[in-house]
T-cell receptor
Framework: DAGVTQSPTHLIKTRGQQVTLRCSPKSGHDTVSWYQQALGQGPQFIFQYYEEEERQRGNFPDRFSGHQFPNYSSELNVNALLLGDSALYLC??????????????FGDGTRLSIL | AQRVTQPEKLLSVFKGAPVELKCNYS??????LFWYVQYSRQRLQLLLR??SRESIKGFTADLNKGETSFHLKKPFAQEEDSAMYYC???????????FGTGTRLKVLA
């Protein structure tokens, strides 16, 4: 099992453009969370998808949106890119649970650079 | 607002010395706390969670609700413990994780 896989590994965009990042969860996992990690910072929670719905969102603007597919894979879309969106974007998968938060299994991330 | 604080960006210790990585949190409810580790050129991975009360790779962490702390400890550091360590908080009734800024541990020979 390759675990969580993310694509692409690196991406360069310019201000104002739009970007889509992709994530396949670990086999058997049904929940996907997305994080933004700026240089020297810890991961910042963007949102979590479960049963194809966004069920929790962090403090990110509506320019950040996502989707989860029936096979549990997920996309993160960012519109109107700003220089400050340059970061490592991490995807994490887990088993959905209504009782507690399950440990997250992380991918290697997508490094997004905005010029 | 919920917050996780890791006061040390870098902690250097000699091999065989005790290690304590500090983590303090702010949350008025019942927290779930985790330590994640990232070794060089590897992905972020779970080290331990307070609810399981396990010792992983010789590391332990005890939740102290009075001091709102979840410090990570190991009695004798090894060179392979050198890595980036993140403390994370999950709050009851949400599915959100809040990470600290991380502490880089360097174990010197």
């Amino acid at each position: 099992d390759a675990g969580v896989t993310q694509s692409p590994t690196h991406l360069i965009k310019t201000r104002g453009q739009q970007v889509t990042l992709r994530c396949s969860p670990k086999s058997g996992h049904d929940t996907v969370s997305w994080y933004q990690q700026a240089l020297g910072q810890g991961p910042q929670f963007i949102f979590q998808y479960y049963e194809e719905e966004e069920r929790q969102r962090g403090n990110f603007p509506d320019r950040f949106s996502g989707h989860q597919f029936p096979n549990y894979s997920s996309e993160l879309n960012v519109n109107a890119l700003l220089l400050g969106d340059s970061a490592l974007y991490l995807c994490a998968s887990s088993l959905g649970s209504q009782f507690s938060n399950q440990p997250q299994h992380f991918g290697d991330g997508t490094r997004l650079s905005i010029l | 607002a919920q917050r996780v604080t890791q006061p040390e960006k870098l902690l250097s210790v000699f091999k065989g010395a005790p290690v304590e990585l500090k983590c303090n949190y702010s949350y008025s409810g019942s927290p779930e706390l985790f330590w994640y580790v990232q070794y060089s050129r590897q992905r972020l991975q779970l080290l331990l969670r307070h609810i399981s009360r396990e010792s992983i790779k010789g590391f332990t962490a005890d939740l102290n609700k009075g001091e709102t702390s979840f410090h990570l400890k190991k009695p004798f550091a090894q060179e392979e413990d050198s890595a980036m360590y993140y403390c994370a908080l999950s709050t009851s009734g949400t599915y959100k994780y809040i990470f600290g800024t991380g502490t880089r541990l360097k174990v010197l020979a």
